[in-house]
């Protein structure tokens, strides 16, 4: 879901269609659903487009079917309710909101005490955690430092979200919700099919990055159709003792702004991108987009053995496009890319290091785990990886195959075990 910028009016309902027309090429019935900015815009496009897509231009055509136009929320909500109610939460409705906003002033009025009591202090108490919650916790953190007052108001903002988020959700909770679910797959993906974002505005952090997991979809769709998990790790989400990191973001403006920070405002050479040459097409996508941000980087896709060869020889510099098929848990996936001394591993950090030959002493399978976990936070938080996706590999199934074992051994991309394929009765 590549980012186009394009005038408002005429011209941006053109080249969504043109968009909708493309995803539609092979398949006129594939879902597309258009997130939109207000459902009056929803309403207005739906029109635009049912009319004819082709009459935008001047000229008479047939118009476009299956296409949903939906505000993000009411995606998000299609996409993150179902997983937020089955952990007991209830939507966080306005009155239930004010309602804990009015408990948790009563529980400490502070310099409100004395108009406790007037309902225009409720209302503006609502209407400002409102606003805090669509703000990052360290724009929270700022506020909070700005004096006593303002320090009252992040005490009672976190208290309210204290009680709030023990049993109900909100929007934003719903948009970070929506993105696991798209980092992670669902069958509900198939029901909104495509998603096109059409001029969306001021979104909050969560609904940035629900828009950005649905641009990795995009890339996802189009290698694999869709079929990759993206976990955002590099221990496949099947092994023992995996730990589910954050759902992975991808917010190129911040990119820019980084690399501005950094000394690098028009961006710099990266060097070569070390790739298997199977999997050139991801590198050949992977760069594009460091691309459009200012990294430059030169696709260097090789033969498999000669690729795991200097691998593992430590012979690659700049940028690696690592992979492992190989079986285990999390303790064996670290031990080979992440712990010093590993086929794969470049360096090392004391603490992670430490900490791996804890874990590998350990006898308490619960400890055990503690300290696996706490090792996949740190290579989150280090960023030693970018994980891409948990590879979906593609098969096809003839007319005549009775088993064709593919999926019997769990985390196994091909058919195995061989005396379990059958062939159907002529």
């Given amino acids: 879901m590549p980012q186009i ?4 009016g005429r011209r941006a309902i053109q080249h969504l269609v043109e968009i909708i027309q493309a995803v539609k090429a092979a398949d006129p019935l594939a879902p597309v659903t258009v997130a939109v900015p207000s459902n009056y815009a929803g309403l207005s496009l739906r ?3 049912g009319i004819g897509a082709h009459r935008l231009k001047g000229a008479a055509g047939e118009g476009l079917v299956n296409v949903r136009f939906m505000v993000l929320s009411r995606i998000a909500e299609f996409l993150g309710a179902p997983a937020l109610a089955g ?16 408990q948790v002033l009563l529980g400490n009025p502070g310099a409100l005490r004395e108009v406790i009591a007037h309902p225009s202090t409720v209302l503006s108490l609502v209407r400002t955690f409102r606003d805090l919650r669509r ?11 700005k004096g006593p007052r303002a320090g009252h108001l992040s005490a009672l903002f976190a208290a309210f979200r204290e009680r709030a988020a023990s049993r109900y959700y909100d929007e934003e909770d719903l948009a970070a919700a929506a ?10 993906l198939r029901d909104i099919g495509h998603v096109v974002t059409f001029l969306l505005d001021g979104l909050t952090p969560q609904e940035q990055g629900f828009t950005e997991a649905l641009d990795r979809r995009g890339i996802n ?38 690399l501005a920070e950094a000394g690098y405002p028009s961006g710099f050479d990266a060097g070569e991108y070390f790739c298997d040459t199977a999997y050139a097409n991801l590198g050949e996508a992977v760069t594009n987009q460091l691309q459009t941000v200012g990294i430059r980087a030169r696709l260097r896709p090789l033969e498999r053995a000669a690729f795991f060869s200097g691998y593992a020889e430590k012979k690659f510099k700049n940028i690696i496009q690592g992979a492992s098929g190989a079986f285990g848990n999390a303790a064996t996936r670290l031990e080979a890319f992440v712990a010093a001394g590993g086929t794969y591993v470049y360096g090392g950090y004391p603490d992670i290091d430490g900490l791996f030959r804890e874990q590998a002493a350990e006898a308490d399978p619960k ?21 891409i996706w948990e590879l979906a590999f593609l098969n096809g199934v003839g007319p005549r195959v009775g088993e064709s074992g593919l999926g019997l051994i769990n985390g196994h991309a091909y058919s195995a075990p061989y005396e379990d394929i059958t062939l159907k009765g002529k």
């Fill in 135 to 145: 703000a990052t916790p360290a724009s929270v953190e700022a506020i909070a430092a």
């Fill in 87 to 102: 952990r007991g939460l209830a939507p966080l409705t306005p009155v239930v909101f004010s309602e804990l906003v009015r």
């Fill in 221 to 258: 769709q189009a290698l694999t159709l869709g079929h990759s998990r993206l976990s955002g790790s590099i221990i496949p989400t099947s092994f023992e003792y995996f730990w589910q990191p954050p759902a992975p973001t991808h917010d190129p403006a911040r990119a820019k702004l980084l």
């Fill in 179 to 188: 993105a696991q679910v798209v980092a992670g797959g669902s069958a509900a």
């Fill in 367 to 387: 400890r055990r785990e503690a300290a696996l976990h706490r090792l996949q936070q740190l290579v989150h938080e280090k960023v030693i990886y970018a994980p």
């Fill in 47 to 49: 029109r635009t487009v």
């Fill in 5 to 8: 910028e394009t005038p408002y």
